[in-house]
């Protein structure tokens, strides 16, 4: 349901400048965008988000068109319904979990009190209620992960965007958190596009993944047979 | 990786919303610039006070404020006209004057700025007139003894003289005319410590920083007990110090304008001005 | 004699601060975020006042605004009305002098808040507007406030500008400062002695109770 077919030039600090020229699908589950630093992967997902724009080409999720470097149309930030997980999860710092949490909490109508309630739910959902009052430096990064995949999903979107989002976790915390990812993606039901340069998280989360190198996709498919004939560069 | 690109894009977007930030935030001020509409004021007058009476704004020297406010009692009890003194420095009074201050006469301590002003047309002609005169004095610290003239600056004992800067005040420019007169430059002029007004120079004195010091006799007047004069430079060792008051041109109280200068000039105003240590201008 | 220049000094400060409060944030945030062509030039123009002796803006205040100004002839023209000896223009003084302080807070307390954050806004649908108001403004609260006491101070004590624009009135528009000058000047040393130890007064505690306020903010 997400289509992606973007060209970019970036500068990059490892090779100088490199262009980027993406193409792949996501349907249901978890996508795998997986490439080692500076294989352009993060410029992707924030491409996706309207973080970044492309120079050129196509980006539609379901019947939407993100961005279209024919016809104009670049949706923005805002407007598209999207959830971003950041590397650092960028907690707002003067606002408790439940605070940020109800932050993307959209429902005009109903009284604050009632998108309290929500993101209250939320984060008991998330196993971490007892951290709602409690504000991200007062945090562990496992409850700060937690928070941050808690309010993306707070704003409904129809697409939740991770960048390495366990990369600053310890080995432990990262399996129990790898399985709560599985967990509410399939609650949720709505597709999860994760970056990541690890390939235990790769082979643990995604039902497809995609690899990435300099800028440009070298293969797609399952974690299985990707890892077994992809010649590891790491 | 894509860092810049990504931040060209956010403030590009962003830039083009900020005007309209600014817009709003310029909206308020505007707004706000409401409460400075002349229609909010403080009590403040404008030259018809809430009576009705007639006020007048008069630019003086700040020299001038003893005397001055005296004759602005009696102006006030004799004419019922509200008199509010703009006291600051001559050439500053000047400048605003040039630029169209609503000041209705204007008393200079010093014939430069009001020759400009003529010059330029911003003075009623005829009007202008020499109201006093003032006479230089050489001013010691109340417990110093040894220094009864000009020319005990020169014993080796007196070591700084505080005189105003020739170059910025008339008063120092005065007082170099006179040490030149008294052929007392060469040997002194090593001991001068320049101060920008005469107030200074009345300070390095009070507080014993210096040996002596040369200001007006106004100034020591009003310096009271807290200086010992020590000697009057005569009239004719430098120019003469002459304070010159006219009616300005744009002012709309022209006629009260000249009652006050009228008072200045008669036998009341001189002799206030004489006591507060200026000469007359006969 | 004493509380009239207090009152007028009170008076223009609470005035001028609010404006500069308002147009420094605006201009603060339109050089940190905008990017447009002469920004640069625009923010040095701004922080002309700071490096300026006082009485030189005040003379180009005077040129511009009163009586045959360029600005105020025009107005005096239409009106009848002109800004020099009133106290809008002891306002308007301070304004000029202490903006600039403002300007250059507001827009160091604006870059300074991750970018990320605002970002992250976005995605969970607020507008730039709310995000300003509800991310990036209280983020960069402790320098903002900087800004403001460091102007409000600096319009407290404005005096060269001042006096040229505003004259030195009293009652009208001589301020703390300038009735300060004025009695010194004319060897006034009690009263300069007690109005100056009043400005001081005021001075520490304005900074006092603002120092208060942002105590509790925490470190970000």
New interface residues.
């Given amino acids: 349901m997400l289509q992606v077919a973007i060209k970019k030039r970036l500068e990059s600090d490892k090779s100088g400048s490199f262009a980027l020229d993406i193409t792949f699908r996501a349907e249901e589950g978890i996508t795998i965008l997986f490439g080692q630093s500076g294989s352009g992967k993060t410029t992707t997902l924030r491409a996706i988000a309207g973080i970044v724009t492309p120079d050129s080409g196509r980006i539609t999720v379901g019947e939407e068109i993100y961005f279209d470097s024919e016809t104009g149309a670049n949706l923005s930030i805002q407007k598209r319904r999207v959830g971003y997980v950041f590397q650092d999860y960028a907690l707002f710092p003067h606002m408790t979990a439940e605070q940020n949490v109800a932050y993307g909490i959209k429902d005009n109508s109903a009284a604050v009190a009632s998108r309290m309630d929500r993101a209250r739910a939320l984060l008991t959902l998330f196993k971490i209620g007892h951290v709602r009052q409690r504000y991200p430096q007062n945090m562990s990064g496992g409850e700060q992960q937690r928070t941050a995949l808690a309010r993306a999903l707070a704003s409904d979107p129809a697409l939740v965007l991770l960048d390495e989002p366990l990369s600053a976790v310890d080995a432990e915390t990262r399996t129990q958190l790898l399985d709560e990812v599985v967990a509410a993606q399939e609650r949720v039901g709505i597709p999860f596009i994760y970056v990541t340069h690890n390939t235990v998280e790769a082979v643990r989360l995604g039902s497809h993944v995609v690899v990435l190198h300099e800028g440009t996709v070298k293969q797609v498919g399952g974690p299985a047979e990707v890892f077994n004939t992809f010649a590891n560069e790491r | 990786m894509g860092a810049m690109t990504r931040k060209q894009r956010i403030d590009s977007e962003i830039s083009a919303r900020t005007c309209s930030i600014s817009t709003t935030a310029a909206l308020l001020i505007l707004v706000s610039f409401t409460l400075l509409l002349p229609g909010c004021r403080p009590k403040g007058p404008s030259t018809t006070g809430p009576t009705g009476a007639t006020e007048l704004i008069v630019s003086a020297a700040v020299s001038l404020k003893g005397a001055f406010n005296e004759i602005a009692e009696i102006y006030e009890k004799r004419t019922g006209t509200k008199i509010h003194f703009n006291y600051g420095a001559s050439g500053a009074l000047q400048k605003q004057i040039e630029s169209g201050a609503p000041a209705d006469v204007f008393a200079s301590a010093g014939a430069k700025q009001m020759d400009d002003l003529a010059s330029k047309g911003f003075i009623v002609a005829g009007t202008r007139t020499d109201f006093a005169r003032n006479s230089l004095v050489l001013i010691v610290p109340p417990r110093s003894s040894g220094i009864g003239s000009f020319s005990d600056l020169t014993n080796p004992g007196v070591k700084k003289v505080a005189v105003g800067n020739p170059k910025t005040v008339p008063a120092g420019q005065y007082t170099d005319q006179t040490l030149s007169r008294l052929n007392l430059l060469p040997q002194i002029q090593a001991k001068l410590i320049f101060a920008e007004d005469v107030r200074q120079v009345l300070d390095y004195v009070v507080r014993d920083e210096v040996d002596a010091g040369v200001v007006y006799s106004s100034d020591a007047f009003s310096a009271g007990d807290k200086v010992k004069v020590a000697a009057r430079a005569a009239d004719d060792s430098h120019e003469p110090i002459l304070y010159p008051i006219a009616v300005v041109k744009d002012s709309k109280q022209q006629a009260a304008a000249r009652k006050f200068i009228d008072l200045v000039l008669s036998s009341d105003g001189q002799a206030i001005l004489i006591k507060h240590g200026f000469l007359a201008i006969k | 004699m004493i509380w009239e220049p207090l009152?007028?000094s009170l008076?223009v400060v609470t005035?001028a601060t609010?404006?500069i409060a308002?147009?420094g944030?605006?201009?603060g945030?339109?050089l940190a975020?905008?990017?447009?062509p002469g920004q640069e030039l625009l923010a040095s123009f701004f922080t002309l006042p700071l490096v300026l002796p006082p009485?030189v803006s005040g003379?180009y205040l005077?040129?511009l605004l009163?009586?045959?100004?360029i600005i105020?002839?025009p107005v005096?023209n239409l009106t009848g009305?002109?800004v020099?000896?009133?106290?809008?223009a002891a306002?308007?003084a301070a304004i000029v002098l202490a903006l600039p302080l403002m300007v250059l807070s507001a827009r160091a307390a604006i870059e300074s808040v991750?970018?990320?954050?605002e970002?992250?806004?976005?995605?969970?649908?607020?507008?730039?507007?709310a995000t300003?108001f509800?991310?990036t403004l209280?983020?960069a609260r402790r320098g903002i406030l900087a800004g403001i006491v460091l102007s409000f101070t600096r319009a407290l004590g404005e005096f060269g500008a001042t006096?040229?624009l505003a004259?030195?009135?009293?009652?009208?528009?001589q301020t703390m400062p300038l009735a300060i000058y004025?009695a010194?000047?004319?060897?006034e040393d009690k009263r300069a002695q007690i109005l100056a130890l009043i400005l001081t007064g005021v001075s520490i505690a304005a900074v006092y109770f603002t120092t208060k306020l942002t105590k509790g903010t925490?470190r970000?």
Avoid: C, D
Avoid at chain 3, 33 to 36: A, D, V, W
Avoid at chain 3, 84 to 88: I, L, M, P
Avoid at chain 3, 119 to 129: D, E, H, Q
Avoid at chain 3, 184 to 187: D, M, Y
């Fill in positions: 009152k007028l008076l005035v609010a404006i308002t147009l944030l605006a201009l945030l339109l975020k905008g990017r447009f009485t003379y005077i040129v009163g009586r045959h100004g105020g002839e005096y009305w002109t020099a000896f009133t106290w809008q306002v308007i991750n970018p990320q954050f970002i992250a806004s976005y995605t969970l649908g607020k507008s730039w507007l300003f509800l991310i209280p983020l006096f040229m004259g030195n009135i009293p009652g009208k528009t004025e010194v000047i004319s060897g925490i970000y």
